[in-house]
Every structure is written in C-alpha cells, then in structure tokens.
Nanobody, 124 residues
Framework: QVQLVESGGGLVQAGGSQRLSCAASGGSISTRAMGWFRQAPGKEREFVAAIGWSAGITYYADSMKGRLTISRDNAKNTVFLQMNSLKPEDTAVYYC?????????????????WGQGTQVTVSS
C-alpha cells in the first residue's frame, strides 16, 4: 500500500510561483505513473499533470500548459510540481496520485492511491 504526502502549498500572490512535493512511502514509485489533480470548492477534481515512470512522458492540462513542470526523483521516491504565473483561478486543493501501472492517465480512474491534498491559495 502506497502512502502519499503532499507539501508545499500555501498562500501566494497572483503571478507568483509554487513548488509542490509528493513524498511516497510503503512502496516504490519507480515503476508507477504519477499524477497531480486539483479540486476547487464546489467543483469536481480535475487533472493537472502526469508523468510516466521514466519521466520521458509528461502530460499537462490545457488550462495550465506552459506554466507547469512535473518531475520525479525515483531515488527519493518523490514527485514535484512546479507552478509558475499562478492565477486566482488556480486556487484549489492539489492532490498527488499514484498508479499501480506504468500507464500515464489524465483521469482519476487511472490512479489507485491518493494523498490528502495540499491547499494552494492564489490572491489577486
């Protein structure tokens, strides 16, 4: 059973940057696809970014493309999400997710383990 813990959230001004981390325990992420999702109040959880097991494959949500970089350090069992040029509409709880497979997915059904989430608030 993989446990995921996100960190790095907080309050940031519009136009600023934030780097989220997702530390995994209870199992290696080295052969797993990993993803980030977010959920704003009153909205469904939506895809943000995903990365393949070798980091050679990445996907980004169109709404945030160009402002995101997802990366992974398999040796440290950690995944990162660098977010730049943040906007107030990026305010949400950001969740890390791990798959049981190497298949990269952009939907929640493609992931089997979830963290508790970290709040990102972007002020205008």
């Amino acid at each position: 059973q993989v446990q995921l813990v996100e960190s790095g959230g907080g309050l940031v001004q519009a136009g600023g940057s934030q780097r989220l981390s997702c530390a995994a325990s209870g199992g290696s992420i080295s052969t797993r696809a990993m993803g980030w999702f977010r959920q704003a109040p009153g909205k469904e959880r939506e895809f943000v970014a995903a990365i393949g097991w070798s980091a050679g494959i990445t996907y980004y949500a169109d709404s945030m493309k160009g402002r995101l970089t997802i990366s992974r350090d398999n040796a440290k069992n950690t995944v990162f999400l660098q977010m730049n040029s943040l906007k107030p509409e990026d305010t949400a709880v950001y969740y890390c997710a791990a798959s049981d497979t190497i298949m990269v997915a952009t939907t929640t059904s493609g992931y089997h383990y979830w963290g508790q989430g970290t709040q990102v608030t972007v002020s205008s």
